[in-house]
């Protein structure tokens, strides 16, 4: 789980936001505050689909389905 | 709707909330929805129109369901009891033809029953077919449902082909033809109709579609307190609420009740006093200098908030009489320090749908293709999504303009923010600093948005664009 | 989710906390002589009087609160300097102005002369003139008026406003019981006028239901206030109107009345003299107003769509003569404008024919000024 998370906020950090080092609270809202956008959410899901080899649907990309690392780490684990 | 309407729903909505609690919960909510579907509709200058639309309305959506549904679904006994509910009520509206009580539950005299027995026969008959459907041509029907769904959309909101319907049903049920208009057709509900079908038919070919048996599917599609004004819940999401209640039914009264003061307020105090003095195409003709415009365009920008954020928490207010939590559909959007994030506040369910649905897959596509660079990208996906968005308020060169004046915004605000969101981190500035950026992006952001909306309310953009020289003493 | 709150209760204290602020508002005076107002200070103050048929479209509304009128006329704008000679000029529709822009009014055409009195002063006019016609509803607008220091009074009135029947009908009028009983007692104004048309206030049209109707009107009043300082317009302007009739039937009637004389009892002159008294040692002329003279068919028997000849012709002798006798400043300029001159009445002058009349009142004024 944890490292699911480190996974996703260095991917965050380093490719959406450009702030390499930067961390995020596993319960901190990403979508919703306006932190990744709707391109780099599309990143994010390729991002997952290719290293997780899960489909996130373009109906769940948005801050209701996940809107924290914590979530969309449950998302993954629920469907790995 | 008018504030009597909106009283009488309240009214029903608490009684149906206190009768629903236990059971017949689908039952009684159809049953309110098919009812009131007919009640809402104006009446339209084309005789029968305004009876037969919502016909069309109810008879879509059966289709759709037959269509959507898992064949375990359609035999169910529960089918039958929807069934007969809804066409037992069409058929008694249409009685009132014969029992002396017209313009009661329907805006004018219903057609002759003959004419409705043969619609609702069509409409039965080709649900029937469809569910005989081979399972290998059901992903290609769904297209062709989406694909009708869209062509009645795009009829509708063209006047020059509203002008050919109306004529065209002039001259068939045998009225003056040379008096047609093209504001004769006014379809009650269709657009969010056509959004929520289009909804359960994409996720149905994505395999994401809950089960959902008739009544539910029909009353999440017509559901009544947001069949005309939204918001636009997701099927997955409404039918939670529908099948059991989350709160009890005072705490549903005290909150809903609470919300549909609030929206009588904002639309009936606020929203209607603002509009004497809103922008409209006359006014901005007539205003005589710069401040003026200013104050016309304010008090526009304000007014279609009030007034649009009102008929949603009215909405949610009577949907929480009957136990149902329907989703926010504005929340501050005024108050955002950028253009993204006022398109994330601001009619919330509407920009859901054309990103879960348009904007999302269209990205997908564009990233996958790896053709183009990532801001060629950016601009073309953005621009299609709001010009879609524009032309959905009609087919109109105006509201192309607006969807043109969001993409382009949401465009140089996207890369102006990639471009300074690192520098602004590297230069770790002041919390001080920071509070004054973002209100100067609020306002920055409130006012693009007010000048969008010139291209929003004056139809001719000419005249618009006069408009926003004026505004700039330039005129 | 539970709230522990319980609705019914809720809902009866709401219900009491509503009927207390009902009753409160029964406390606040109905009239308090004048009204809070955005005109003048947020947005410039009217040219004429509220008033209109299509809010939406004319920025303007009809209301029946006079102060909350007056506290939206121009002449509500701070107090009356030193330098300024002021006149207003009272009367109906033909004062007001329909179909004419506020500049283009015979009070507006009158300022724009930039007269100035013996002493110097600026002579400035102020076009209180409201739609309807009642001798009744003149006076209530003059005692109104009254207030405002005017150093001159214009009258402007004809035949039509002075039949009794006419008198209380008139909706400012009828919507203002408590003043017009006020001005009929205080003047003894005994007249056989049907008093039906004024109800009494009930306690219940004191509380705020009863009076959401001015409430709202007053709010709508300000909301119009801020199109009318954007636009400048307070009336619309059709681009074709039907012009006023100057053929008729054979038909010598005036009201009920048929020749050979008018019934003078079922005439409101007292209204005249209790301006008199209103007006006090502010000079006060009358003015009988310029009429369409027609000359069409049966032109012989109608001078135009109100009167016949024999009628009007009698009306001239008859307040002639009680002008002499009661020493009323009365000036006659029935037939100053020509026939081609009126617009959709035959009393709605065109700018040419206001500019006709503004020439001959602006020397009576700078005349009347100098006595």
């Known amino acids: 789980m944890s490292d699911m998370i ?12 450009k702030q390499p080092g930067r961390t995020f609270a596993a319960n901190e809202a990403l979508i919703s505050s306006g932190l990744i956008d709707s391109f780099s959410l599309m990143d994010l899901a390729l991002f997952v689909e290719d290293t997780f080899g899960v489909q996130i649907d373009d109906t769940e990309l948005n801050a ?17 | 709707m008018t504030i009597t309407q909106i009283l009488i729903l309240a009214f029903l909505a608490i009684l149906l909330g206190w009768l629903t609690r236990k059971r017949q919960r689908v039952n009684l909510l159809l049953t309110a929805s098919v009812l009131i579907i007919f009640w809402l509709q104006p009446a339209l200058p084309l005789r029968y129109l305004d009876f037969f639309l919502p016909t069309f309305s109810i008879g879509f959506t059966v289709l759709a369901w037959t269509l959507t549904a898992s064949p375990e679904e359609r035999y169910k006994k529960e089918t039958k009891t929807s069934a007969a509910i809804t066409l037992g009520i069409i058929l008694l509206l249409a009685a009132t033809r014969y029992l002396g009580l017209t313009n009661f539950l329907t805006p004018t005299r219903p057609p002759a029953i ?4 043969l619609l609702l026969a069509i409409f039965t008959v080709g649900a029937f077919l469809l569910t005989r459907q081979r399972p290998s041509s059901s992903n290609t029907l769904l297209w062709a449902g989406f694909a009708l769904l869209v062509a009645f959309f795009i009829i509708l909101k063209t006047p020059a082909l509203v002008l050919i319907a109306s004529r065209g049903w002039r001259l068939f049920i045998g009225q003056n033809a040379n008096l047609a208009s093209s504001s004769d057709i006014h379809w009650l509900g269709y657009s969010y109709l056509a959004f929520r079908l289009i909804h359960t038919i994409r996720d149905r070919q994505s395999g994401r579609l809950p089960d959902l048996a008739l009544g539910e599917y029909l009353t999440y599609v017509i559901f009544f307190p947001s069949f005309s004004v939204g918001p636009i819940d997701r099927a997955e999401r409404f039918i939670k609420g529908l099948r059991q209640p989350e709160n009890s039914y005072r705490d549903d009264i005290l909150v809903g009740g609470q919300r549909l003061l609030l929206g009588l307020f904002k639309k009936f105090v606020i929203a209607d006093s603002l509009a004497m003095i809103a922008l409209n195409p006359l006014s901005s003709t007539q205003a005589q200098n710069s401040l003026g415009a200013w104050i016309l365009l304010y008090a526009y920008t304000f007014q279609i908030f009030f007034d649009f954020s009102g008929y949603t928490d009215i909405a949610i207010g009577l949907a929480q009489f009957v136990g149902i939590s329907l989703p926010e559909n504005f929340m501050e959007p005024y108050r955002q320090p950028n253009l993204t994030l006022f398109w994330n506040n601001w009619h919330i369910t509407l920009t859901q749908w054309f990103r879960s649905y348009f904007f999302n897959p269209f990205v997908r596509a564009l990233r996958k293709s790896r053709k183009i660079s990532a801001g060629m990208m950016i601009l073309i996906s953005q621009l299609a999504t709001m010009i879609l968005i524009g032309l959905w308020h009609g087919l109109t060169w105006n509201f192309l ?6 993409g382009l915004g949401l465009f140089v605000q996207n890369r102006w923010s990639g471009w300074a969101k690192v520098r602004i981190a590297e230069a770790s500035i002041s919390s001080r600093a920071q509070r004054i950026l973002s209100i100067f992006g609020i306002m920055l952001t409130f006012n693009y948005i007010a000048l969008g909306w010139v291209w929003f309310v004056i139809p001719d953009p000419v005249q618009g664009w006069q408009f926003i020289l004026l505004l700039w003493g330039a005129a | 989710m539970s709230l522990k709150i319980n609705p019914w209760r809720l809902l009866l204290k709401a219900g009491i906390l509503f009927a207390a602020f009902n009753f409160a508002f029964t406390m606040l005076p109905t009239s308090s002589g004048n009204s809070v107002s955005l005109y003048n200070n947020l947005v410039p103050g009217r040219e004429r009087l509220p008033f209109g048929e299509n809010p939406t479209d004319a920025y303007n509304l009809s209301l029946f609160d006079i102060d909350a009128m007056f506290a ?5 704008d701070g107090l009356k300097s030193e330098n300024e000679y002021r006149v207003v000029i009272v009367g109906d529709s033909s004062v007001w102005g329909t179909l004419l822009r506020p500049e283009e009014t015979l009070s507006g055409q009158l300022n724009a002369l930039n007269l100035t009195n013996a002493d110097g002063k600026n002579i400035q006019t102020y076009n209180l003139g409201y739609p309807t016609i009642s001798l009744t509803k003149d006076l209530l607008v003059l005692e109104k008026a009254m207030e405002y220091k005017p150093d001159l009074v214009i009258w402007m009135l004809t035949l039509e406003s002075l039949p009794a029947d006419k008198q209380l009908t008139a909706p400012l009028v009828s919507h203002n019981p408590v003043r017009v009983r006020r001005l009929l007692a205080d003047y003894e104004l005994k007249l056989e006028f049907n008093s039906d048309a004024l109800t009494h206030p009930t306690f219940w049209d004191t509380t705020l239901i009863g009076r959401r109707r001015s409430l709202a009107d007053w709010s709508r009043l300000q909301f119009y206030g801020v199109m009318w300082g954007i636009t400048g317009i307070d009336q619309l302007y059709p681009e074709t109107y039907e012009p006023a009739k100057i053929d008729f039937e054979e038909d010598n009637l005036f009201h009920d009345w048929a020749p050979s004389e008018l019934p003078l009892e079922e005439l409101a002159f007292p209204v005249i003299g209790a301006a008199y008294s209103i007006a006090g040692n502010v000079p006060l002329i009358l003015v009988n107003e310029p009429i369409l003279i027609s000359d069409g068919v049966y032109s ?8 016949p000849r024999w009628a009007y012709d009698q009306y001239r002798n008859v307040f002639s003569d009680m002008s002499l006798e009661n020493d009323w ?9 020509p026939v081609d001159e009126f617009t959709n009445s035959a009393v709605h002058l065109s700018v040419a024919g206001e500019e006709i009349l503004a020439d001959i009142i602006s020397e009576m004024i700078l005349f009347e000024a100098a006595r």
């Open chain 1, 6 to 17: 480190s996974t996703l906020n260095t991917f965050i950090a380093d490719e959406i936001l």
């Open chain 1, 64 to 80: 209701d389905t996940f809107d924290t690392l914590e979530a969309l780490s449950e998302i993954i684990q629920s469907r790995s």
């Open chain 2, 114 to 117: 003959g004419q409705i027995l």
């Open chain 2, 401 to 406: 303009l607006w969807g043109l004046w969001h």
């Open chain 3, 72 to 76: 939206s006329h121009i002449i509500s």
């Open chain 3, 300 to 307: 012989d028997i109608r001078y135009n769509y109100f009167y």
């Open chain 3, 329 to 337: 400043v009365y000036y006659d300029y029935w037939d100053i404008i």
